[in-house]
């Protein structure tokens, strides 16, 4: 009886599941990394020691030196030369030694193992130093929470490691190292890791991040990011060349997201390239993504540097550029007899990475790119013809600039355009027919920085998600067009965030997932392998009523998948109409809901808004179902 009162007053969606229409992209929805928000060094990368190798401008910063420490730089590593000298303070009673104060603390795991490795030399050809992890403020008896000894018996630079197990979890740490005994000695390349990493690699990321990113089942994963490729200047643009090879060797980098926020000012935002080209493709690897490049153009920030042409490099001279982009692609993709293969292989990976694509620029605009881009264009045609190219129009998601973008990624036959929109929710509610009338013959679309921004609301709200979904269902029902999706930014530190919503939070021993990380992965896993026609009475469901929907087919799990947003603040009466379906026992559900608009989740509350799965019936090839205001569903249906 419910179902047919239902029926009769419903709002009916439509889906033909006999016409399959466009292939959706292995590479649909992805992610995209960029270390803003402390999410490299102090997040994903899993070195819990700040400025290791004594590099940074300010060469203790992160450091507290007590005793006879000494500063040099004739160290092992030509790119790395710093490191420091410990001696006798001359009286028994006194100390030598030094203090790191990890990123807002160093996190500790109750029963953890965590590796410390310490490159070292003793002039006098043995000498020892005392290992600690300590809380600094610690009311207690000692605020010693674990220790060991370690021995130094050569003159020579070698690497030395110690196992270390914590007692207890902290979340605020520090690592104390001390001179004992009389005999100097040298160190170089601090470092402490977790035994446990994703993985377990040596030079390894965090484990927690790392599996949210694999769990979410990404198919595209954009790296290493966006303004900083490109640097306030050149001279602090990322270099990929500076972060292969071994880790002690890989030289610092001054991150542009140190300085670009006065409000928001953290002066020890440093890359310490650990976290390099290397590691992000075998990161892509894990996580079963295709990997996106992004490099520089030769361009400084432009917004940073506007109309100033002679911040960036002359188009006669970007040769040293373009060079960098083929031999990227050789890195990943040439045999172990190739320069760059070699390389590759020499850190431990034989087999290519198999990248497919690169993109060359970031939100760059106007004929200062587009000058640049060509030859790179035409050098990557060259030499390597399968490699798809992605250009950009620039920042701004419509406009002048953004339609003189398009032109020209037109003329210079890029293969995708990647587009940026951080927008309010007036944005969002009304493009929810974004890409039905893009060119089907041009580009495809990358839709490759995105998120919904609230008006005075800059947080990970759950209604901000909600509009998100909603939006998704347009790049889904444009599948010919829309290859490549990816929300912005990924990772953020609790107390290091620079720019907010951010799809993952994090302390130092804890993260949450928050409710548009939900929304994502509701897409990732569930994206099918070809678009289904879904109207409501023959037009794309985009709003009018206050619901959006998509639908696909999904042919290797044999199965039609409805995804319907509400964004109204009213139920529906809901008649999904399966049209062709034969036979279907059940209906799955999937859904994400909540009564609270500003609700979200949180380090204390990880899970306050999380999918819900359930089960309905269905009759006649039809679903009936009353979907709550505010409310994110999906339905799938076996055949």
């Given at each position: 009886?419910?179902?047919?009162?239902i029926?009769?007053?419903?709002?009916?969606?439509?889906?033909?599941?006999?016409?399959?229409g466009?292939?959706?992209?292995?590479?649909?929805?992805?992610?995209?990394?960029?270390d803003?928000n402390?999410?490299?060094d102090?997040?994903?990368?899993?070195?819990?020691?700040?400025?290791r190798?004594?590099?940074?401008?300010?060469?203790?910063?992160?450091?507290?030196v007590?005793?006879?420490v000494?500063?040099?730089?004739?160290?092992?590593?030509?790119?790395?030369?710093?490191?420091?000298?410990?001696?006798?303070?001359?009286?028994?009673?006194?100390?030598?030694g030094?203090?790191?104060?990890?990123?807002?603390?160093?996190?500790?795991?109750k029963?953890?193992?965590?590796?410390?490795t310490?490159?070292?030399?003793?002039p006098?050809?043995?000498?020892?130093?005392?290992?600690?992890?300590?809380?600094?403020?610690?009311?207690?008896?000692?605020?010693?929470?674990?220790?060991?000894?370690l021995?130094?018996?050569t003159?020579?630079?070698?690497?030395?490691?110690?196992?270390?197990?914590?007692?207890?979890?902290?979340?605020?740490?520090?690592?104390?190292?001390?001179?004992?005994?009389?005999?100097?000695?040298?160190l170089?390349h601090?470092?402490?890791?977790?035994?446990?990493?994703?993985?377990?690699?040596?030079?390894?990321?965090?484990?927690?991040?790392a599996?949210a990113?694999a769990?979410?089942?990404p198919?595209i994963?954009?790296?290493?990011?966006?303004?900083?490729?490109?640097?306030?200047?050149?001279?602090?643009?990322?270099?990929?060349k500076?972060?292969?090879g071994?880790?002690?060797?890989?030289?610092?980098?001054?991150n542009r997201?140190?300085y670009?926020f006065?409000?928001?000012?953290?002066?020890?935002y440093?890359?310490?390239?650990?976290?390099?080209?290397?590691?992000?493709?075998?990161l892509?690897?894990d996580?079963?993504?295709?990997?996106?490049?992004?490099?520089?153009?030769?361009?400084a920030?432009q917004?940073?540097?506007?109309?100033?042409?002679?911040?960036?490099?002359?188009?006669?001279?970007?040769?040293?550029?373009i060079?960098?982009?083929l031999d990227?692609?050789?890195?990943?993709?040439?045999?172990?007899?190739?320069?760059?293969?070699k390389?590759?292989?020499e850190?431990?990976h034989?087999?290519?990475?198999?990248?497919?694509?690169?993109?060359?620029?970031?939100?760059?605009?106007?004929?200062?790119?587009?000058?640049?881009?060509?030859?790179?264009?035409?050098?990557?045609?060259?030499?390597?013809?399968?490699?798809?190219?992605?250009?950009?129009?620039?920042?701004?998601?419509?406009?002048?600039?953004?339609?003189?973008g398009w032109?020209?990624?037109?003329?210079?036959k890029?293969?995708?355009?990647?587009?940026?929109?951080?927008?309010?929710?007036?944005?969002f509610?009304?493009h929810?027919?974004?890409?039905?009338?893009?060119?089907?013959?041009?580009?495809?679309?990358?839709?490759g920085e995105?998120?919904c921004?609230?008006?005075?609301?800059?947080?990970?709200?759950?209604?901000?998600?909600?509009?998100?979904?909603?939006?998704?269902?347009?790049?889904?029902?444009?599948?010919?067009?829309?290859?490549?999706?990816?929300?912005?930014?990924?990772?953020?530190?609790?107390?290091?965030?620079?720019?907010?919503?951010?799809?993952i939070?994090?302390?130092?021993?804890?993260m949450?997932?928050?409710?548009?990380?939900?929304?994502?992965?509701?897409?990732?896993?569930?994206k099918?392998?070809?678009?289904?026609p879904?109207?409501?009475?023959k037009?794309p469901?985009?709003?009018?009523?206050?619901?959006?929907?998509?639908a696909?087919?999904?042919?290797?799990?044999?199965?039609?998948?409805?995804?319907?947003?509400?964004?109204?603040?009213?139920?529906?009466?809901l008649?999904?109409n399966?049209k062709?379906?034969?036979?279907?026992?059940?209906?799955?559900?999937?859904?994400?809901?909540?009564?609270?608009?500003?609700?979200?989740?949180?380090?204390?509350?990880?899970?306050?808004?999380?999918?819900?799965?359930?089960?309905?019936?269905?009759?006649?090839?039809t679903i009936?179902?009353?979907?709550a205001a505010?409310?994110?569903?999906?339905?799938?249906?076996?055949?």
């Open positions: 009886m419910l179902a047919s009162m029926s009769a007053s419903a709002e009916t969606i439509e889906v033909n599941v006999k016409k399959v466009a292939p959706i992209q292995p590479t649909m929805y992805g992610m995209f990394f960029e803003i402390y999410a490299a102090g997040g994903l990368y899993g070195e819990l020691v700040k400025n190798s004594f590099e940074f401008p300010q060469a203790f910063m992160g450091w507290k007590f005793g006879k000494t500063l040099k730089d004739d160290g092992p590593f030509d790119r790395c030369p710093h490191y420091v000298s410990l001696a006798y303070p001359g009286h028994n009673e006194r100390r030598t030094l203090q790191n104060e990890g990123y807002f603390g160093i996190g500790l795991l029963d953890a193992e965590y590796r410390f310490v490159w070292a030399k003793a006098t050809g043995h000498a020892q130093i005392k290992v600690q992890l300590i809380d600094e403020h610690s009311m207690g008896e000692t605020q010693v929470i674990v220790q060991d000894k021995d130094v018996t003159k020579d630079w070698k690497k030395y490691e110690l196992t270390i197990k914590s007692p207890v979890a902290h979340n605020n740490a520090n690592l104390r190292i001390i001179l004992a005994g009389k005999n100097p000695i040298d170089e601090v470092s402490l890791f977790p035994k446990e990493t994703f993985k377990n690699r040596e030079n390894g990321l965090r484990k927690d991040l599996q990113l769990d979410a089942h198919g994963f954009r790296f290493p990011g966006g303004c900083i490729v490109e640097g306030v200047d050149l001279a602090t643009r990322y270099q990929w500076n972060t292969i071994p880790v002690e060797n890989r030289p610092l980098n001054q997201w140190e670009t006065e409000h928001r000012y953290f002066s020890d440093y890359q310490s390239y650990g976290l390099g080209f290397f590691e992000y493709f075998q892509c690897e996580i079963g993504a295709d990997a996106l490049p992004v490099l520089n153009v030769g361009m920030c917004f940073q540097n506007r109309n100033n042409e002679a911040a960036h490099v002359p188009v006669d001279q970007l040769q040293p550029y060079q960098d982009a990227l692609i050789e890195f990943a993709n040439g045999d172990e007899n190739t320069t760059w293969g390389k590759r292989a850190m431990g034989p087999a290519p990475f198999n990248m497919k694509y690169i993109a060359i620029g970031n939100e760059q605009w106007d004929d200062m790119y587009y000058k640049r881009l060509k030859p790179f264009v035409n050098a990557v045609r060259k030499a390597y013809p399968e490699i798809k190219i992605v250009g950009t129009s620039g920042p701004d998601s419509e406009g002048e600039m953004f339609d003189k032109k020209a990624m037109k003329e210079l890029a293969d995708l355009v990647d587009e940026h929109f951080y927008r309010n929710e007036d944005w509610l009304s929810g027919l974004r890409y039905e009338s893009y060119d089907r013959k041009g580009p495809k679309v990358f839709a995105y998120a921004h609230g008006k005075g609301k800059k947080w990970n709200h759950f209604e901000a998600s909600l509009l998100e979904a909603a939006l998704m269902t347009d790049f889904e029902r444009n599948a010919d067009v829309v290859y490549m999706t990816a929300y912005a930014p990924l990772f953020a530190h609790i107390d290091g965030w620079q720019w907010r919503p951010d799809l939070w994090f302390d130092n021993t804890r949450f997932k928050s409710c548009s990380y939900y929304v994502q992965q509701a897409y990732m896993t569930n099918g392998t070809n678009m289904l879904c109207t409501m009475d037009k469901v985009a709003g009018e009523t206050g619901l959006y929907a998509s696909v087919i999904d042919k290797d799990k044999k199965e039609y998948i409805v995804k319907v947003i509400n964004v109204s603040n009213d139920s529906k009466d008649s999904i399966l062709g379906l034969k036979t279907a026992n059940a209906v799955e559900t999937i859904t994400l809901s909540s009564t609270e608009m500003d609700a979200e989740n949180t380090l204390d509350q990880p899970e306050k808004i999380v999918p819900v799965n359930g089960v309905m019936s269905i009759s006649n090839a009936s179902d009353k979907l505010k409310t994110f569903r999906i339905y799938k249906v076996k055949y």
